[in-house]
């Protein structure tokens, strides 16, 4: 089965692109973007922990997999909040 980008990968992809061109921004409206960036993380783990509360269990390798994105996103969250202090 071919798999096109995941709407997470293309938030990815935008947060890098945003990244990019960041210094551009007054501080305000970095400190808006960076608030904005770790929402969209919390949304995400929120979203995976549902799907491991329901179907962690099961059979297979997927209960593995949402927790290695947990923990991946989770460390993006605190790298995120760093960076918001920095600003």
Known sequence: TNLRASNSELNELIIALKLRFFH?????EQKSQAD???EIC???????????????????HFGRWVKH??????????????FR???
């Open 24 to 28: 551009f921004l007054s501080p305000e």
């Open 36 to 38: 904005q960036f770790s």
């Open 42 to 60: 919390e949304t995400e783990i929120s979203r995976m922990e549902d799907l491991l509360v329901h179907h962690g269990a099961e059979d297979g």
């Open 69 to 82: 994105e947990i923990q991946r996103l989770e460390h993006r969250l605190t790298w995120l909040k760093d």
């Open 85 to 87: 202090e920095r600003l």
